[in-house]
C-alpha cells in the first residue's frame, strides 16, 4: 500500500468560483418494478464518452445529502463529469431524503451492489466512456464490493471514510445499543421467507422499525467482504482511500489499513476532518480524488 502524506486544504474553492457546469439533470431508470433516481452533472465542454464518476452515499442517506452534493459541485467544476445516484432502499421513486424510520425495512447491503451495476448498464447505453466510482461511509464499502465483482468495469475507486466491520463488534453493538440479543433474532430469521416481515425489530439506526428477514440477515449476518480493508486485499483496481484524523465513526480505518501492502491502494489521511470533511475538507478530498482520476 502506498501512503500518501496529510496535506493541506487544496485549491478546488477558487476552481469552482470561475468554472460553470455545462449541463445537470434528474435521471430516472427502472429497476426490478421501482424507479431510481440520480444526478447527472456533465463537466464544461465534456460529454459521457469521456468518462464519468459514479457517487454513492452513506447509510440510509441520500444524494444530496451535505458531503454529496458539495463533492459533485468540486469534482464537476474541476472538469469529471459525475452521476450521484439516491439508493432506492426497495422505495419506488424514493426522494432525495434521509431514510423515514416509520417504514419497515425491506432493503439489504447487496441491493446497493445491485443497484450501483444498474447504473452502470444505463451508462453503457448511454455511450459512456471510462467509469469511476466514488462512496461514503458505508457506501465506500458497498462501492468496494462493487468494484471487486466488476473489476473490468471500474478503472479506479476512491473510498471515503469506507465503513470497517467486526462480527463481534456488530452482535455486541446492537444488544448495547437496541437491549436485544441480535443472534436471536438471527436465528429466528433463518427459519422464514426472505421477505417475510418481523414487526418491532429494529435494523441499523431505526429502532422497532420492523424488517424483512432477508433486510436483518444481510445487515446482521457474518459477511466478512462488509470490512473494506478485507475486500481491498483482494483487489487488483487502483484505489484511493481517504480517511479523516478525527473520524470517531470508522476510527480503526487507517489502523486496519497499515497491515495491506498492495501498490494498487494509496492511504491519504486528512488532518483534523471527521467523518463528513465539511468545508474546506471538502475541496481537500475533491483534490485528491480528481487528481487521482487523472493519474490513471
Known amino acids: 500500500m502506498q501512503f500518501l502524506p496529510k496535506a493541506i486544504a487544496g485549491t478546488l474553492m477558487l476552481t469552482a468560483l470561475n468554472a460553470s457546469v455545462a449541463q445537470a439533470e434528474q435521471v430516472q431508470i427502472p429497476f426490478n418494478g421501482l424507479t431510481l433516481n440520480g444526478n447527472l452533472e456533465l463537466a464544461e465542454d465534456k460529454t459521457l464518452a469521456d468518462g464519468v464518476l459514479l457517487l454513492l452515499h452513506g447509510t440510509l442517506a441520500h444524494n444530496e445529502m451535505e458531503i454529496i452534493a458539495t463533492l459533485q459541485e468540486l469534482i464537476v467544476d474541476a472538469g469529471v463529469s459525475t452521476l450521484s445516484i439516491n439508493l432506492s432502499y426497495s422505495i419506488d421513486n424514493r426522494e432525495s431524503a434521509m431514510y423515514d424510520c416509520a417504514v419497515p425495512a425491506r432493503h439489504t447491503m447487496q441491493d446497493a451492489v445491485a443497484e450501483m451495476e444498474a447504473w452502470q448498464n444505463w451508462l453503457d447505453g448511454q455511450g459512456a466512456g471510462d467509469r469511476w466510482v466514488m462512496g461514503h461511509s458505508r457506501g465506500g464499502n458497498q462501492t468496494s464490493q462493487y468494484t471487486l465483482a466488476h473489476q473490468d468495469k471500474v478503472k479506479g475507486q476512491i473510498l471515503l471514510a ?21 443472534t436471536d433474532l438471527l436465528d429466528k430469521a433463518k427459519t422464514l421467507a426472505p421477505d417475510t416481515m418481523m414487526d418491532g ?16 440477515l444481510s445487515y446482521y449476518g457474518n459477511y466478512p467482504n462488509y470490512d473494506t480493508p478485507h475486500v481491498l486485499a483482494q483487489t487488483e483496481t487502483p484505489t484511493l482511500v481517504i480517511a479523516g484524523s478525527k473520524d470517531t465513526v470508522v476510527d480503526d480505518l487507517p489502523q486496519k489499513m497499515e497491515g495491506m501492502n498492495k501498490e494498487n491502494v494509496e492511504l491519504v489521511v486528512i ?7 465539511r468545508d474546506l475538507f471538502a475541496d481537500e478530498v475533491a483534490e485528491y480524488a480528481v487528481d487521482f482520476i487523472e493519474s490513471l
Open 271 to 277: 488532518d483534523d476532518a471527521d467523518h463528513f470533511f
Open 201 to 216: 425489530v429494529s435494523v441499523v439506526y431505526c429502532e422497532k422499525s420492523g424488517a424483512t428477514a432477508g433486510a436483518m
Open 162 to 182: 469506507p465503513a470497517t466491520w467486526d462480527y463481534k463488534y456488530t452482535i455486541d453493538g446492537y444488544q448495547k445499543r437496541y437491549g436485544t440479543s441480535v
